[in-house]
């Protein structure tokens, strides 16, 4: 009977999710009163099997200005967003139709969405890095010349943007992707190929998989038609 028993007593101890028979017998030595193993048994368990708190991360931008509607799927969440609602990494920034979002990452990455946009933010630490996955809709990124060079990345189905301190814009445009550099460049790989575009330079690529056109500078009609569809309505 008391050799059951004292079975009976190591297997109740759970430490972390796995067995720990081996402490538990140590304790039984250290503790031949069954009270005192018992006490100290239960405050083990109760320091190791316990998961750690869980700390909120930090925002790391805010939004900053807001027309119809847009949401952040967060931690399998649908969030609903307003003026000055913060933003985390690994958000899913959504847009309504007809709507507009801007934002501000850190002090000084701005960027815009405009309607039916979809932009996962992907990585972002201020100053450092940043990595976006737009899968829907048109974007503005806007970061000074002037401050510091970050390294950067842009990713859709058409192709990858390496951002080098600049004002562009991506998105549907005349029925294409389209990418266009107000200031500043930007390295644009579309199938394979890198082309780097400068202030006044635009590409056009026709569906995903598919190469960008040639470099071209875009009439001024076309470029406010595009920073147009990503502005207040």
């Not at 010349?145 to 814009?169: C, H, M, N």
């Amino acid at each position: 009977m008391k050799s059951r028993h004292k079975d009976r007593t190591i297997n109740t101890y759970r430490l972390g999710g796995t067995w720990t028979e081996e402490i538990i017998r140590a304790m039984q030595k250290r503790h031949s009163n069954r009270r005192q193993f018992l006490a100290a048994a239960t405050g083990l368990a109760g320091s190791l099997a316990l998961p750690a708190r869980s700390v909120a991360a930090d925002p790391i931008g805010a939004v900053t200005a807001l027309s119809g509607v847009a949401t952040a799927d967060r931690s399998g969440n649908s969030v609903a967003l307003s003026v000055g609602a913060g933003l985390m990494e690994r958000d899913l920034v959504k847009t309504g139709g007809q709507s507009f979002l801007a934002m501000l990452l850190g002090d000084e990455t701005a960027l815009r969405l405009g309607a039916d946009a979809e932009l996962l933010i992907d990585e972002y630490l201020a100053g450092v890095k940043g990595t976006f996955d737009l899968s829907g809709g048109a974007m503005v990124f806007d970061r000074p010349e002037d401050a510091p060079k970050t390294a950067t990345t842009i990713r859709s189905v058409f192709g990858q943007l390496g951002v080098r301190g600049t004002r562009f814009f991506a998105g549907p445009n005349r029925d294409v992707f389209a990418v266009f550099v107000e200031r500043g460049e930007l390295a644009v790989t579309a199938a394979g190929a890198t082309q780097t575009l400068r202030s006044g330079d635009g590409v056009d690529i026709r569906a995903p998989g598919a190469p960008a056109s040639s470099v071209t500078q875009w009439p001024q009609d076309r470029i406010n038609e595009a920073f147009a569809s990503v502005a207040p309505s």
